[in-house]
Nanobody, 126 residues
Framework: QVQLVESGGGLVQAGGSLRLSCAASGRTFSSYAMGWFRQAPGKEREFVAGINWSGISTYYADSVKGRFTISRDNAKNTVYVQMNSLKPEDTAVYYC???????????????????WGQGTQVTVSS
C-alpha cells in the first residue's frame, strides 16, 4: 500500500510563493513517476506538473509553466512543487499522485496515477 502525505499549503497573496511537499511510503519511490494535480471548486481535477522516476524529465501545464517547478529527492522519498508568482486562479486543492506502473516518461493523464494523497488547500488572495 502506498501512502502519500502532502504539506505546505496555505493562504498567500497574489505574487507570493509556496512550496508543497509530498512524502511517500509503501514502495520503491524512486522507480515511479510522480505528479501534482489540482481541483478548484466546481471544476475537474487538472494536471499541474509531473516528473519521471529519475527526475530528469518534467512536464508542466501551460497555465503554470515558468512559475512552478517540480522536483524530487529520491533519498527522502519526497516530491516537491515550488510555486512562484501565484495568482488567484491557482486557488485549489492540490493533490500529489504516484504512477501506478513503471513508465519512462511523465504521465499527464490522471488514469495513469493509481495512488493519491489527501490534498492540501492553496488559497491565493488578490
Amino acid at each position: 500500500q502506498v501512502q502519500l502525505v502532502e504539506s505546505g499549503g496555505g493562504l498567500v497573496q497574489a505574487g507570493g510563493s509556496l512550496r508543497l511537499s509530498c512524502a511517500a511510503s509503501g514502495r520503491t519511490f524512486s522507480s515511479y513517476a510522480m505528479g501534482w494535480f489540482r481541483q478548484a471548486p466546481g471544476k475537474e481535477r487538472e494536471f499541474v506538473a509531473g516528473i519521471n522516476w529519475s527526475g530528469i524529465s518534467t512536464y508542466y501545464a501551460d497555465s503554470v509553466k515558468g512559475r512552478f517547478t517540480i522536483s524530487r529527492d529520491n533519498a527522502k522519498n519526497t516530491v516537491y512543487v515550488q510555486m512562484n508568482s501565484l495568482k488567484p486562479e491557482d486557488t485549489a486543492v492540490y493533490y500529489c499522485a504516484a504512477a501506478s506502473r513503471l513508465l519512462s516518461g511523465v504521465p499527464k493523464n490522471p488514469d495513469d496515477y493509481g495512488y493519491w494523497g489527501q490534498g492540501t488547500q492553496v488559497t491565493v488572495s488578490s
